[in-house]
């Protein structure tokens, strides 16, 4: 018999990260039109921004999670329709990636023990930490249904360090109180 999710994947990818529409602008545009979109959005919106971006323009399925009382929680996501949150640090490829504060790039996920699916079909993993000020205080997640390119794990490196910058305002000393509100 056939692979179980051969037939799957192709009607997944186009439910689960459809190609840009033509002519489409802001998150869903290139790289120069998502630094616009972040500077002119407030830094609490710019993880959505970012997994919107991703999600349509790379055909990938992020998610950014955010450490809140020693968990990891989702406050952004594209293309899954199961969300784990409350990771733990540690577990799994994001929560380990936060926990050794180091990139996690599984190539093919089926070869890492620390892989959990969440997803039927997924292939490989990229987990970034991201920081804020020296502290890590999330990570961007990216599965993809499909072998992740050089070009495409460069893409998601890139969209971590502007995420992290629209972070940092978030994160400085004076609106801290107000982060636990807007996320």
């Known amino acids: 018999p056939a692979q179980p999710w051969t037939l799957l ?5 186009a439910v689960l990260a459809p ?4 002519g489409s602008t802001g998150a869903g545009g290139g790289i120069e039109d998502l630094r ?8 609490s919106r710019a993880a959505d921004l970012i997994t919107d ?15 809140r009382g020693g968990v990891l929680r989702c406050v952004a ?14 577990a799994g490829i994001t929560g380990s990636a936060f926990a050794d504060r180091s990139e996690i790039f599984a190539h093919d996920v089926r070869d890492d023990a620390r892989y959990v699916a969440a997803l039927p079909g997924v292939r490989s993993e990229l ?9 890590v205080v999330g990570v961007l ?9 050089t070009g495409e794990a460069a893409a998601v490196r890139q969209c971590a ?18 982060v636990t509100e807007e996320l």
């Not at 994947?9 to 990818?13: E, F, G, N």
């Not at 616009?36 to 830094?43: D, Q, T, V």
């Open 141 to 149: 997640n990216v599965d993809s249904l499909s072998a992740l390119s």
């Open 19 to 22: 190609a840009a529409p033509a």
């Open 36 to 43: 616009s979109a972040l500077r002119a959005s407030h830094p």
């Open 53 to 67: 971006h991703l999600a349509r323009n790379r055909q990938l399925l992020p998610s950014v999670y955010l450490e």
């Open 127 to 135: 987990a970034v930490p991201l920081r804020v000020g020296g502290d």
């Open 9 to 13: 994947l192709s009607a997944a990818t």
């Open 77 to 90: 996501r594209k293309g899954q329709w199961l969300v784990l949150d409350g990771i733990r640090p540690g």
């Open 161 to 178: 360090a502007l995420l992290e910058q629209r972070l940092d305002l978030l994160f400085a000393p004076e609106a801290r109180p107000l």
